[in-house]
């Protein structure tokens, strides 16, 4: 019968074993890792509907801004929940606008391949407010929260860029909190800031009503992201961020990460950019419909997480800006 081994070569063993097992999982990073790719836009991505029915050409963040203030709201079939946010939002935007009339905005809704009615709820938004202040982008297949964000951030015209999430779940008019967040990095190094929106303010409320395995998984998902990626914001994921149009156009053309980590590796590349980052507390309420499936996308959130640091550092990405489309 076989003795037990000692302890200390028990150990070893299992050193020895865990390092074979990373250097296994940094090998399949590597090889595994689409070092740059190309951002195809198909051509029915190249226009959008105007309120009038006809076809326009998009624009591209390289033009020079017309607008104050882009607002991107990638939506995947959100048919009943967009109402609601778009209500709220424009209902604010208008009020801004007649208060100082020099503010000029756009909302961007990008129906992110939707197998429902949401292009044609936000159309009726185009057709109330005009195509110069409301304007949808409907992607041909859908590309995940990350890609769809991407794709409105480079067809936007603002000088500042606010990614809001489609639920509503954050009070619209605390873009005022992350525009001061904002205001008080200046002076922006290369025009580049970002303003996070930020619910850390609310954990102990939220714990309070999830279940231990949710809490668990939500724990186990911050020590991730400080481990391995972002160690100074708390809250990567609330899906409310403002950035200046050079710092959106920097983060977003080296993005790589189109799912549900895609916030997690703007930040890290903001922070490599040494990119000036505020974080500022908002009202959130949880809306039900979210699209995140607790077990499964927090798994897949781990693993791009784990990914996008040992894909940078081992070089296989680089901190590069991608300039143009390529069209599939």
């Known amino acids: ?38 951002l195809h836009r198909y051509e029915e991505e190249k226009f959008f509907i105007n309120s009038e029915g006809r076809k326009e050409s998009v624009p591209s963040i390289h033009d020079p801004p017309t607008k104050e203030l882009s607002v991107v709201v990638p939506s995947y079939n959100e048919e009943d929940r967009l109402p609601l946010m778009m209500d709220e939002a424009m209902d604010f935007l208008e009020k801004r606008q007649k208060r100082d009339p020099s503010f000029t905005y756009e909302v961007i809704v990008v129906d992110d391949g939707s197998k429902d009615q949401t292009t044609k709820v936000a159309m009726k938004y185009c057709k109330k407010y005009g195509s110069d202040k409301v304007r949808v982008l409907s992607l041909v297949k859908n590309r995940g929260k990350g890609g769809a964000v991407r794709m409105g951030v480079f067809i936007s015209r603002g000088k500042k860029i ?8 954050t009070k619209f008019a605390d873009i005022e909190k992350v525009e ?14 970002i303003s996070c929106g930020s619910r850390a303010h609310l954990e102990k409320d939220s714990i309070a009503k999830r279940s231990y395995f949710r809490t668990l998984l939500m724990y186990g998902f911050h020590f991730l992201v400080w481990f391995l990626c972002v160690k100074e914001i708390r809250d990567t994921q609330c899906g409310f961020k403002l950035l200046t149009r050079e710092a959106a156009l920097r983060t977003f053309s080296t993005l790589h990460v189109e799912r549900w980590a895609f916030d997690v590796e703007l930040l890290y590349i903001a922070q490599h950019l040494r990119i000036p980052i505020a974080e500022v507390a908002v009202n959130w309420t949880e809306i039900e419909g ?5 077990f499964w996308s927090w798994l897949q959130m781990g693993r791009d997480l784990l990914f996008i640091r040992l894909r940078y550092m081992t070089g296989a990405w680089q901190l590069e800006t991608r300039k143009y489309f390529t069209v599939s």
Do not use: R, Y
Request: hydrophobic share 65%; with cysteine; aromatic share 4%.
């Open 1 to 38: 019968m076989a003795l037990p081994l000692p302890l200390p070569e028990a150990a070893a063993l299992l050193a020895a074993f865990l390092l074979l097992l990373l250097l296994l999982v940094c090998v399949i990073a590597h090889i595994t890792a689409v070092k740059m790719p190309a």
């Open 180 to 193: 001061e967040g904002l205001k008080n990095l200046q002076p922006w190094p290369n025009q580049m800031a």
């Open 290 to 294: 979210s699209k995140l499936v607790p």
């Open 162 to 169: 606010l990614m809001a999430d489609a639920d509503g779940a």
